[in-house]
């Protein structure tokens, strides 16, 4: 039986399908290295997106990065204002970046990971995920073509 070493589940809907690659980022190693260590219960899926799923991703995405992006720039300004109004600068400063780290862990509760987008040269083929037609090579002059309007 030719059965792929790792089963690759979409993160969205749940199901064993294939789909476009999640990024493993220390994100996503470090809920590994948590599922392995101490709650062990790790999958070791290939975590994916499948193509139903993927409008529904690309919002989910769009709104963690927006999210994200808006909390560390609180962050900043709680950091800036800190800065400002305390008389101690060190203080001020470690609290801002204190702050700022929390915010931005509280940003990645509802983490949403990117995804590893293929490199459309040097890709190193598997089986079923060119779909691109082989065509061969053929002379094609512009001006070949039948209907030419001016
Ligand atoms: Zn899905």
Redesign the pocket.
Known sequence: MPKPSRESR?I??G?P?D?LEVKEDYVINFIRLFKRNVTKNEKGYRLV??K??YPKYAKQRKRFDTRRATYIALGVIFTALFLVVSPNKLAALAYGVLITLFLYLLSLVNYVPALNIPQIQGQHGSNEASASPSKPPTRESPSAHGKQNA
């Open positions: 979409c969205i809907c199901l399908k789909g997106v499948c139903d799923c």
